[in-house]
Structures are given as structure tokens and as C-alpha cells.
């Protein structure tokens, strides 16, 4: 399969974009692991749930003695660059995805792709570890399309509403889309949540893409030459 030049570069302004999101989303995370349900929460607040790590802020209970450099205030400026970024290689992604038929063509799955059979064989194989066969190499079969959809248009934009949804400006302009979520405070751990599947799914990304041979499906992403494999125009 030949990536076109389009889906490689924003392939990797997306990879970079996440990791200096996942990044500063720690930093964030660290200054107050602490997740509520509603429109506010704070210290005072009961916590939903609370993620077993030391703060960067005295101020916030976490049940350990000692407190970590505070590096809130850079993480943010990242973070919300970095979504700006993320945004921006999105859109042109999906402009040219339906321009050329990307979508339709490469990743939405064909009838005998979603059959009860299918399926199983390609978790069963996925759960054995099996390695993939030459034309699996090189596409995909049908739980990874209905997977990739899922993550290109349900997962992605959940992400970015909840986040655009912590935001004063966006609160503001759009407060029912706001309150569609639970509040700013429900948001903000719905966005933990969506991050954690995020981060999941890159795992098994990473996982799958070393499986079908690390080093070529590299290069093919950054050169979009795949080898003895014939591309297709």
C-alpha cells in the first residue's frame, strides 16, 4: 500500500503533535490528579476518582508527602499549540481523504470484511500474535479499518471537543455544547478517559506496525516507497 505524500505528512505532524500533547498533558495532569463530575471542581470537592500520583501543588491531597517541580505553565502554552497543530493536520487529512477517496477506498471495511468469520480470525490472530501475511503487510483487514474509522471519526473529534470544552473562550461562544458533556469539570475526565483509549490505541499501533516489520513500514511512511511491493498510482 502506497501512502500518498499527503497522508505521510500529516501522519507525522500528527505523531508529533500527540506525543507533545501526551507530553504536556502529564505536566498537567501532575499539577492536580484529581477528576470531578459537573461544572467545578477543586480541592474542597470530593473527587470522582483521583490517580495515585504526587502532585506539583501542596495544595492538592494525594496522599504523598512530597510535591513535585510544578510545570504547569509551559505544559499548558505546549498543549494548547500542540492542539492547534493537531487540528490543523486533521483538517487537511480528511479534506484529502474525501478529495481522493481515501477513506472509501483504504479503510472502509467491504462486506465480507465485517462477517462473523472474518472477524474472529483477525482477533485470533491478533491475540496468538501470528505474524501477518504478506498481503496483510500491506493493507488492512476489517477490525483494523472499522479501528481506524472509529479512531479518525469518533475518538479524534471526542477528544477535541472535550478539550475545546475546558476552554473559557469556547465556553463562552458554545456553552450547550459545554453542558451536551456534563459541565467543564465532567469534560475535563471525560478527556482523561478518551486519552487513556488514545494512548491504548497507539500501543497496539506501534505493536502491529513492529509485527508487520518496524524498519520498512518506517521508511514507506516517510518515503512512501514500499519496497518490492508494486504501489498503486
Request: net charge positive; hydrophobic share 45%.
Amino acid at each position: 500500500m502506497r501512502h500518498t505524500a499527503t497522508v505521510r505528512i500529516t501522519h507525522w505532524i500528527t505523531a508529533f503533535s500527540v506525543a507533545a500533547l501526551l507530553l504536556s498533558g502529564v505536566e498537567i495532569l501532575i499539577s492536580h490528579p484529581r477528576f470531578y463530575w459537573g461544572e467545578t471542581g477543586n480541592v474542597m470537592d470530593t473527587p470522582l476518582f483521583s490517580l495515585p500520583i504526587p502532585s506539583s501543588r501542596s495544595t492538592v491531597p494525594t496522599g504523598f508527602s512530597y510535591v513535585l517541580p510544578d510545570q504547569n505553565g509551559w505544559s499548558r502554552s505546549l498543549h494548547f499549540q500542540s492542539a492547534w497543530l493537531l487540528l490543523l493536520a486533521g483538517g487537511v487529512y480528511l479534506a484529502a481523504g474525501l478529495r481522493t477517496r481515501h477513506f472509501r477506498d483504504r479503510l472502509w471495511p467491504t462486506r465480507s470484511d465485517t462477517t462473523w468469520r472474518v472477524m474472529r480470525s483477525a482477533i485470533s490472530k491478533s491475540l496468538r500474535r501470528a505474524s501477518p501475511s504478506e498481503r496483510e503487510e500491506w493493507s488492512y483487514n476489517g477490525l483494523q479499518r472499522m479501528t481506524y474509522l472509529g479512531v479518525i471519526f469518533v475518538l479524534f473529534p471526542m477528544v477535541v471537543w472535550t478539550g475545546l470544552a475546558m476552554s473559557d473562550a469556547f465556553a463562552a461562544v458554545s456553552p450547550g455544547l459545554v453542558s451536551a458533556l456534563g459541565g467543564r469539570q465532567s469534560a475535563r475526565t471525560l478527556h482523561f478517559v478518551l486519552t487513556v483509549l488514545l494512548c491504548a490505541f497507539l500501543l497496539v499501533h506501534v505493536a502491529m506496525v513492529y509485527r508487520a516489520g518496524f524498519v520498512r513500514r518506517v521508511r514507506a511512511m516517510i518515503t512512501g516507497q514500499t519496497g518490492s511491493h508494486k504501489e498503486k498510482p
